[in-house]
């Protein structure tokens, strides 16, 4: 394998990557075993036709695309490691730009590189002043948190459906005069006021009885996930077949004995006005660190390829799949439900991603400019943390750790400590 290496505008780089015309031949003879039972030729049971005849009837190119997947996933690595000094941000866009039996096989991977950046002032930048008191009306929406977690659902018999019931209806939805897909359900239970159902759906149900039939006209969204249906009018008959409502706890002692380790109520307020002065100082902190990081950011020059973005927004995507299916939630599943789209979904995603890639970056270069590293007992203490939370043993997690990994973990740390440095010597206006 060969690889060149060519720099691009904006912190892109070309890397042209060419694989031996022997590789090329043994991948093609791969991809030729792995089809052949699929190709039919006349004259010749399946699986057992002569390569040369498929590639005449077939086209000489026909196992070409199953030679190529073959090919780049390890040759793409092995360019990585030749070329490990040029720090690649992103993940690559790929170009065949040659695939023919009997010559080498060349393509082009074009790749975002890590941008350089030149910090302005970052030592002493001025920032507001984030206050950390607690109001009383923030204590008492606290404990009407807690009284509503606690309150009891009770069946209504003797009044029509009000705001902030829940209400358990049968439901089916028509356009056009056609029932359409989705459109159904049975003995579902919605919260009215809690706009889970499209447009004034949960408003045409107040006033309604037990037992009444309602014809619910809407409108979907422009925007709605579903092509077919957006932006047209729908009429759902509806069923109610129930009314239920929440009876809250008076706020006394015994409240606080059930949902506290306190036996009176001022004991417990004082807890809760405890707990959320200590919330608040965590949040001002923390709104105190992404000022000052934001400040740096803004005194410092770098230009971020549009691939580093990309990528940092599809790993966050990923990420937020992944927390969706912890709950017991598809990917697919939330988009239908909110009635995103894809496209919608990335756009959003942009300005934390380029946010995030900005702050790592100059907290890097702070962590450079002031040589500011992770000592060994900070990473050990760091492993220890990662076993906890895996429930391992810290010397059996540190053994599948390898240098490349340690090295980022090492790196992470850095970061952290540089973020510290920068907001200790920031000033509080």
């Not at 070309?14 to 791969?30: F, G």
């Amino acid at each position: 394998m060969s690889l060149q290496v060519e720099k691009l505008e904006k912190n892109m780089a070309k890397l042209t990557i060419e694989v031996s015309a022997d590789d090329l031949e043994k991948a093609i003879e791969n991809a030729y075993k792995k089809n052949k039972s699929k190709l039919s030729v006349p004259g010749f049971r399946k699986g057992k036709v002569p390569r040369k005849m498929i590639e005449k009837m077939y086209g000489a190119s026909v196992f070409y695309e199953d030679a190529a997947n073959e090919l780049i996933p390890t040759a793409y690595d092995k360019a990585l490691k030749e070329s490990e000094d040029l720090e690649i941000v992103s993940q690559p866009s790929i170009e065949v730009t040659q695939i023919e039996a009997g010559k080498p096989f060349i393509f082009t991977a074009e790749v975002a590189l890590k941008p350089e950046v030149t910090l302005g002032d970052y030592k002493g930048v001025e920032v507001e002043k984030t206050e950390a008191t607690v109001s009383d009306e923030e204590i008492e929406a606290e404990i009407n948190k807690e009284r509503e977690n606690n309150a009891r659902t009770i069946t209504v018999e003797d009044r029509a459906v009000a705001d902030g019931d829940i209400v358990n209806i049968d439901f089916e939805g028509f356009t056009d005069g056609e029932a359409f897909e989705g459109g159904k359900g049975e003995n579902y239970d919605l919260t009215i006021g809690s706009h889970s159902f499209i447009d004034t759906f949960e408003d045409q149900l107040v006033g309604k009885n037990v037992g009444d039939e309602v014809d619910v006209n809407v409108t979907f969204p422009e925007e709605y996930h579903a092509p077919d249906l957006a932006g047209k009018p729908a009429l759902f008959k509806v069923k109610i077949n129930g009314i239920q409502t929440k009876e809250l706890p008076e706020l006394d002692d015994d409240f606080a004995q059930d949902v506290s380790e306190f036996d009176t109520m001022d004991e417990y307020k004082a807890d809760v006005k405890a707990k959320l002065e200590e919330k608040k100082k965590a949040e001002a902190e923390s709104a105190k660190e992404d000022a000052v990081i934001a400040k740096i950011v803004e005194n410092a020059t770098m230009e971020i390829p549009d691939a580093m973005i990309d990528t940092q927004v599809r790993q966050m995507i990923n990420d937020f799949a992944q927390r969706l299916q912890m709950q017991g939630l598809s990917f697919e599943q939330y988009m239908q439900f909110t009635g995103a789209t894809s496209e919608q979904l990335l756009e959003q995603m942009r300005p934390q991603a380029q946010e995030r890639i900005e702050s790592r970056l100059v907290l890097e270069a702070v962590a450079a400019a002031e040589n500011i590293q992770a000592t060994e007992d900070e990473y050990k203490e760091e492993i220890e943390k990662m076993a906890s939370m895996y429930q391992m043993e810290a010397d059996k997690l540190e053994e599948t750790i390898g240098e490349l990994e340690k090295k980022s973990i090492m790196k992470d740390i850095a970061v952290t400590k540089a973020a510290k440095f920068v907001v200790d010597a920031a000033v509080e206006k």
